[in-house]
Structures are given as C-alpha cells and as structure tokens.
C-alpha cells in the first residue's frame, strides 16, 4: 500500500508562487510515474504533470507548461510541483498521483493511489 502526503498550497495573488511537496511511503518512489491533477468543484480532476520513475523525463499539460515545473527527489521519496506565475483559473485542490497502471497517462483513472488534495487558491 502506498501512502502520499501533499503540503505546500495555500493562497496567494495572481502572479506568485507556490512549491508543492508530495511525500510517498510504503514503496520508493523510483519504482513509480507519479504526477499531479487538479480539480475544482464540478468538474473532472484534470491533468497536470507527470514525471517518470526515474525521475529523467517530465511532461506538463499546455495550460501550465512554460510555468509550472514537475520534478522528483527519490532519495526523499518526493515528488514536487513548482507553480511560478499563478493565474486565479490554477485555483483548486491540487492531488498526488502515483503507481500508473494502464491506460492514458493523461487520465486520472490511470493511477492506483492519491493524495487526500491540497488547496491552492490564486486571487486576483
């Protein structure tokens, strides 16, 4: 069983930054694509990012790409989400993925296990 652990949202104005963490336990995260997908009330969760085992490639969604970075430490078991330039449409509860099983890496019925989410909220 593996357990994420999102920190690092919170609230700031359109323009600024935010770094989220997400610890993974009960299996070491270079064994593991883990990724990020957001959602906002009554809508479907929503790709982010992706970024392999190993941690050597990354892929981010066009409506972030060029502002957000994806990475991983897998000597701390975590993966990281850097959001610089933070517009008030990125607001929503942010969630950790891991384990990718079949399916479209894009789809969020692609993962095994998820974070509990974290808000980010962007103002204008």
């Known amino acids: 069983q593996v357990q994420l652990v999102e920190s690092g949202g919170g609230s700031v104005q359109a323009g600024g930054s935010l770094r989220l963490s997400c610890a993974a336990s009960?299996?070491?995260?270079?064994?593991?694509?883990m990724g990020w997908f957001r959602q906002v009330p009554g809508k479907e969760r929503e790709f982010v990012g992706i970024v392999s085992a190993n941690g050597q490639n990354t892929f981010l969604d066009d409506s972030v790409n060029g502002r957000f970075t994806i990475s991983k430490d897998n000597t701390k078991n975590t993966v990281y989400l850097q959001m610089n330039g933070l517009k008030p449409e990125d607001t929503a509860v942010y969630y950790c993925?891991?384990?990718?099983?079949?399916?479209?890496?894009?789809?969020?019925?692609?993962?095994?296990?998820w974070g509990q989410g974290i808000q980010v909220t962007v103002s204008s």
């Open positions: 993925s891991a384990d990718k099983k079949s399916g479209a890496w894009n789809a969020s019925s692609s993962y095994n296990y």
């Open positions: 009960g299996r070491p995260s270079s064994i593991m694509v």
